[in-house]
């Protein structure tokens, strides 16, 4: 069956430093790949989405790459703020092994971001 | 203006009850879906539905129905409902094609 992998359940991350978080993903060709952030008593909220045949895509501060050979995507965040504390999903979707255009999520990153 | 909302918000009922949560989009979406959030804060895929297509997470019970007015609307039918159907439930919606999904603020269900 499908399985997603994002790196520990908590990372703590100095103010101003990269934050970079890690899906892994098996048993799936998915035709994209999407990252979302998650607060406390909300929905997830849309960040990046990468296709298959895309390598690395930016916005703002924020940057994911997409390696289908390795089945790893990474995110990152630079000159990270508390603001960004927050929990970041990973989300697969399409191609080989996914059911129309339902997201199959990782179980999340918690990002700490201290001053 | 908000683009997808849910009610309620919260719900709490008891074993044995029917119960819908509705959910809404003025996105202008054609693909709506419903999650389910865990107390393990996974989350699930439980329904994609288009004007053509319903699409139905195969581990999902059929006391679980999804319902669809419109091409706005999406509401989710629970019957017979057990502990086990405790958690967050969210609606979300988006273009058809792998785009980006926007979600409800969730419906937080407890059966007692």
């Known amino acids: 069956s499908q399985k997603i992998e994002q790196n520990s359940e908590a990372l703590n991350i100095q103010e101003g430093k990269t934050a970079t978080l890690t899906c892994n993903y098996t048993?799936?060709?998915?035709?994209?790949l999407q990252w979302y952030r998650q607060d406390p008593g909300r929905g997830p909220v849309f960040l990046l989405l990468?296709?298959?045949?895309?390598k690395e895509k930016r916005k703002e501060r924020l940057k994911v790459t997409f390696d289908t050979t390795l089945k790893q995507s990474l995110f990152h965040i630079t000159a990270s703020q508390p603001a960004d504390s927050a929990t970041y999903l990973c989300?697969?979707?399409?191609?080989?092994?996914?059911?129309?255009?339902?997201?199959?999520f990782g179980k999340g990153t918690h990002l700490i971001i201290q001053p | 203006d908000t683009a997808v909302s849910q009610t309620p918000k919260y719900l709490v009922t008891q074993m044995g009850n029917d119960k819908s949560i509705k959910c809404e989009q003025n996105?202008?979406?054609?693909?709506m879906y419903w999650y389910k959030q865990d107390s393990k804060k996974f989350l699930k895929i439980m329904f994609s539905?288009?004007?053509?297509?319903?699409?139905i997470n195969e581990t999902v019970p059929n006391r679980f129905s999804p319902k669809s007015p419109d091409k706005a609307h999406l509401n989710l039918h629970i019957n017979s409902l057990e502990l086990g159907d405790s958690a967050v439930y969210f609606c979300?919606?988006?273009?058809?094609?792998?785009?980006?999904?926007?979600f409800g603020p969730g419906t937080r269900l407890t059966v007692l």
């Open positions: 979300a919606s988006s273009l058809t094609g792998g785009r980006a999904q926007y």
């Open positions: 989300a697969l979707g399409g191609g080989v092994g996914g059911g129309a255009d339902g997201l199959t």
């Open positions: 539905y288009n004007n053509k297509e319903l699409i």
């Open positions: 990468i296709r298959e045949n895309e």
């Open positions: 048993n799936y060709s998915p035709a994209y």
């Open positions: 996105l202008g979406h054609d693909t």
